[in-house]
């Protein structure tokens, strides 16, 4: 590895760690990547931007990984998935480790040299609600808006086809790229530019939440007093198994009625279990929804709950996350959820389901 190289690996650990908190991402949510001409070094699937070191990232060659944008994909979108899976893996650099994330062909197809994707709450707010594409519009006139696409494969081609686009009209590349229900990509020539990039993005749309009156902070309510946290805690598992070997409690607060983004529905589940968790109850449920839910809502209290202590806090996480989410969309029309063929996407989502056993 050249100097120049070393010295662009740090500057991305860097960024990776500035934005990796939890008022940019949850969980492994979020990815980072940095590029030269003939190679992308891009977050592994599923960790922890904040957890990242030099030698973490994903070597690509991007001379292969753009084998991607001639192929010709199957019809059928497993058989398309493991197509990209394959030409993705073809791409690693000798001696690469983990799996490189699923959006690096949109990495690759930004000409910038470093890209930093989040999901901050504060952003969110805006691509998760009714009006979302016009306030983005009236806010960042100089990004680019994409309504939503299923991630992977399918959404790096209609990114990149729209980023060809505004090149020609505009003469230049978007340096912000808002996708609705789904978060915002930053992309730059210079670490010192991404930081100006997100400071503008929260500066202007936090003054959009205090016009309406909307805190950006979000607090999850301690146990009430009266919760029998032990009893409860043992009916959950009572019910629910080894889906609940890990529980969290918080008190009551509003959480998301539907999925809002990826993330949420990969960490918490598309949908809340509301009520008292009875045998027959669950058994609806996981009829309904072919799963185990991970957020239940029953009297005072609102309980994460997951195969591990880990992921029934990242559950609890992603409902808070969420329940701002929902919050600040009031300023810009009120909350639009995924559509049900979105939802399905993502739940039977082969890189989802890996991504999810990431957490331990």
């Not at 990232?57 to 990984?65: E, G, Q, T």
């Not at 299923?150 to 230049?172: I, N, S, W």
């Not at 016009?211 to 032990?230: C, K, M």
């Not at 969309?329 to 959820?337: R, S, T």
Request: charged share 20%; aromatic share 8%.
């Amino acid at each position: 590895m050249t100097e120049t190289e070393s010295i662009l690996l740090e500057e991305i650990t860097k960024l990776s760690h500035a934005f990796g908190g939890p008022v940019y991402v949850c969980g492994g949510g979020g990815n980072t990547s940095v590029k030269t001409e003939t190679t992308l070094w891009v977050k592994p699937s599923g960790t922890a931007l904040a957890g990242l070191k030099g030698d973490s990232f994903v070597p690509l060659s991007r001379s292969k990984l753009a084998m991607l944008y001639t192929a010709e994909p199957p019809p059928d979108a497993s058989a398309r998935e493991q197509l990209v899976k394959e030409i993705m893996t073809a791409a690693m650099m000798p001696g690469a480790k983990g799996r490189p994330s699923v959006e690096s062909p949109l990495h690759d197809s930004l000409s910038a040299r470093y890209v930093v994707h989040t999901h901050p709450a504060v952003v969110n707010g805006m691509t998760c609600a009714r009006d979302g594409r016009a306030v983005c519009r009236r806010l960042f006139p100089e990004a680019l808006w994409m309504d939503y696409v299923d991630p992977g494969y399918t959404l790096c081609l209609a990114v990149r086809r729209q980023v060809e686009q505004f090149e020609k009209m505009h003469g230049r590349q978007p340096e912000m790229i808002f996708l609705k229900n789904h978060g915002v990509f930053v992309a730059a020539d210079a670490p010192e530019r991404i930081h100006h990039l997100y400071r503008e993005i929260f500066e202007r749309l936090e003054a959009e939440y205090r016009r309406a009156g909307l805190s950006t902070q979000f607090e999850i309510p301690p146990v009430p007093a009266e919760l029998d946290q032990e009893a409860a805690f043992a009916k959950i598992r009572a019910v629910l198994g080894q889906d609940a070997a890990g529980i969290v409690a918080a008190g009551f607060f509003e959480v998301p009625k539907g999925p809002l983004t990826p993330d949420h529905i990969v960490y918490a589940r598309s949908y809340p279990f509301i009520g008292e968790p009875t045998p027959q109850a669950v058994a609806d449920y996981r009829q309904r929804y072919r799963c185990s839910p991970q957020i239940l809502v029953w009297g005072p209290a609102v309980f994460g709950v997951g195969s591990s202590d880990k992921k029934a806090s990242l559950a609890l996480e992603l409902a808070a996350n969420g329940a701002l989410i929902v919050r600040l969309a009031e300023a810009f029309g009120g909350v639009e959820y995924m559509s049900e063929a979105a939802r399905r996407f993502i739940e039977g989502w082969e890189v989802e389901t890996y991504r999810s056993r990431q957490i331990q």
